[in-house]
């Protein structure tokens, strides 16, 4: 194995959900390459290539210290021949000639922009991209055809490109909580995502929500955002209810791993001075959002109480952190995760928890806390 500085041997677990990945770490410079190229493996609907890249790039998040030669690589998981020749030409030349030319390229910056629109997958920009556009201003000078959500996600661009600040999602997590409250008490709210991993900054704001009287949540989405709209604050919504069954042989299997919660995509006006100074607007209605104005997408997810701990694992992220999860849950133990509950295929039952600590048990692995999930 590989040793660190002061002579101690390193053991690097392969899968990412078996170490702990803090948020800041030694190897920025070789993580940001590898997940240009696990970007663009994506944008090319290539996702093992993508995931290969992202495992690369992870190992190297969780390093205790800076690679300064190949050597230091010795031992170490999940780094295919790819990923090594691009880190070597970086330790070499301090670039990587393929990184960088992705990163020049007009296909990726292209694909960057208009996958940044809100309800704009790879599929629907590669289609543009065909089309001759290349940015989201084209769309609207082309007149596009474009869906609620995209109309949206066109019309807010520039907002929703800023990055979220903590203090933003604080002040969304107060209207929020003035929302639940009022239309039923005792709930409990929970900031998701990359805010309970401890970022400073999020593309969006992440909120699980529940009633300990399990059946208590249902038509709770509904309520909310009926509230959130008399009060002027959703620029835009979009429910999805929910859909999912416990069947007693065992999870269905599904070609997405979307979970089945009722879920709200938004996006919230906040008054650009509001969110400076810390205090909320919530007296306007109307949905124009002003040069006052700030939008900051937000997701809303209810789960029951239930299946809440598993609901809290699966939307604490980060995606690779979760991805991995179910890989081990899968090929390690037959069993199968998800955002609602844990199914064991040997015994034929579901395994229940309340708390996450108890799902890494269930698990057979040691419990990483939320902030060094960021694999
Ligand atoms: N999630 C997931 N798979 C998806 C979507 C979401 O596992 N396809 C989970 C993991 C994420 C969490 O939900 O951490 C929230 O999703 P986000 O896309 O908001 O990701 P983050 O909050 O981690 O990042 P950001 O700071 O960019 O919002
Ligand atoms: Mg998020």
């Known amino acids: 194995p590989e040793l660190n500085g002061d002579g101690a041997e390193i053991l690097m677990k392969s899968y990412a959900c078996q170490r702990r990945t803090p948020?800041?770490?030694h190897n920025a410079f070789l993580t940001e390459a590898l997940e240009i190229l696990a970007q663009n493996a994506e944008f090319n609907d290539n996702e093992g290539r993508s995931v290969a890249f992202r495992r690369a790039a992870s190992v190297l998040k969780a390093l205790p210290h800076r690679v300064k030669s190949m050597e230091d690589l010795r031992c170490l998981p999940c780094l295919g021949d790819h990923?090594?020749?691009?880190?070597?030409?970086?330790?070499?030349?301090?670039s990587s000639r393929e990184v960088e030319s992705t990163r020049q390229s007009e296909q990726f910056q292209a694909m960057k922009a208009l996958t940044g629109v809100f309800g704009v997958g790879v599929r629907t920009a590669d289609r543009w991209i065909r089309e001759g556009l290349r940015t989201p201003d084209d769309l609207i000078r082309t007149g596009q055809q474009l869906n609620r959500a995209q109309q949206a996600g066109v019309q807010y661009y520039s907002e929703l490109q800023r990055a979220v600040t903590r203090a933003e999602a604080e002040l969304i997590m107060a209207i929020v909580e003035a929302a639940v409250n009022s239309v039923l008490p005792g709930c409990q709210i929970q900031l998701m995502g990359g805010f309970r991993r401890g970022k400073e900054v999020g593309h969006d704001v992440d909120f699980l929500i529940t009633h300990p009287e399990e059946g208590k949540e249902e038509g709770l989405m509904s309520k909310i955002i009926s509230w959130l709209e008399e009060q002027g604050v959703l620029l835009y919504q979009k429910t999805t209810r929910n859909s999912y069954v416990e069947r007693l042989d065992g999870p269905a299997r599904s070609a997405s791993n979307m979970d089945r919660f009722e879920r709200c995509f938004s996006i919230?006006?906040?008054h650009?001075?509001?969110?400076?100074?810390?205090?909320?607007?919530?007296?306007?209605?109307?949905?124009?959002c002003d040069s006052g104005c700030r939008a900051v997408r937000v997701d809303?997810?209810?789960?029951?109480?239930?299946?809440?701990?598993?609901?809290?694992?699966?939307w604490t992220g980060s995606k690779l952190f979760e991805r991995e999860l179910r890989r081990w849950a899968g090929q390690e133990k037959q069993?199968?995760?998800s955002s609602h509950t844990l199914y064991d295929s040997k015994q034929n039952l579901y395994l229940r928890a309340q708390t996450e600590e108890e799902i890494f048990a269930h698990l057979g692995l040691e419990f990483i806390p939320p902030s060094e999930r960021n694999a």
């Open 272 to 288: 650009s001075s509001a969110s400076r100074s810390g205090s909320a607007s919530t007296s306007e209605s109307g949905s124009a």
């Open 83 to 94: 990923s090594q020749r691009v880190i070597k030409e970086i330790l070499e030349d301090g």
């Open 335 to 337: 069993m199968t995760l």
């Open 300 to 314: 809303l997810v209810v789960s029951p109480f239930s299946q809440f701990a598993f609901a809290t694992l699966g």
């Open 268 to 270: 919230f006006k906040l």
């Open 23 to 25: 948020l800041k770490h």
